[in-house]
């Protein structure tokens, strides 16, 4: 086998170098981030008190898109089989005309979800915002996580670090897209280990919030 002919210059030898630090330092937090794993169905996942849906998008007249939808599906089955006991969905409400939680909450309930059952976090901007705030503001402290299966790991390694005994039901993509989304979990990945080694806090947190108390405690 011939030998492998390095760079001679101190430049050449200086981009190797920087090539291969860049290489590492995405490679080290993209396996941080997958190694939380846990990636269950809605028949063989534990059961939990609660069920956290991760908001996704929505079309102009409030309706969930498709990658939502199959999220609200599996949030829907969890219930319907009585592995959790109430549903946080957590969205972006950033401006009247986008509201996330409410196309949620209204999937839910038009489908025989009781509404007192259903809790909306309106500040879930992005997951690392879901998961602080489901342990800060609502008192999360185990839940199942929905979102699609290219993400599912980075979902449970942040509610993880949020405080929460999380277990994760993966659901599929539903379109052609996901293979650029499974590439986008490479800067994803490098966000979320990111705000878990900073501590970044949520856009907004707030005052404790009962609702989900409430829902818990209701027959």
């Not at 291969?20 to 981030?33: E, K, Q, R, S």
Request: aromatic share 8%.
């Amino acid at each position: 086998m011939p030998a492998i002919r390095l760079p001679r210059t101190r430049w050449a030898r200086a981009l190797v170098a920087a090539a291969l630090l860049g290489t590492a330092l995405t490679i080290a937090p993209y396996t941080w981030v997958q190694a939380a794993g846990d990636d269950h169905t809605t028949d063989d996942v534990p059961s939990a008190p609660v069920a956290i849906v991760l908001g996704a998008g929505i079309y102009p007249d409030g309706t969930p898109q498709p990658y939502l939808r199959v999220r609200l599906e599996a949030a829907k089955d969890l219930y319907d089989a009585g592995k959790v006991d109430a549903i946080l969905v957590s969205g972006d409400h950033g401006t009247h005309e986008h509201d996330e939680v409410a196309a949620m909450t209204g999937w839910l309930t038009d489908r025989g979800v009781p509404a007192d059952k259903v809790v909306g976090d309106h500040a879930g901007f992005d997951t690392n915002d879901s998961c602080i705030r489901a342990a800060r503001i609502f008192g999360v402290d185990e839940a199942i996580v929905i979102t699609q299966d290219f993400a599912l790991a980075r979902a449970v390694f942040l509610c993880e670090h949020a405080g929460i005994t999380t277990y994760g039901v993966g659901v599929p993509a539903t379109d052609r897209k996901d293979r650029a989304y499974r590439i986008r979990e490479v800067p994803a990945a490098l966000k979320a280990s990111f705000d878990v080694m900073v501590g970044s806090d949520p856009k907004y947190l707030g005052r404790y919030e009962r609702s989900l108390d409430e829902a818990l405690a209701a027959d």
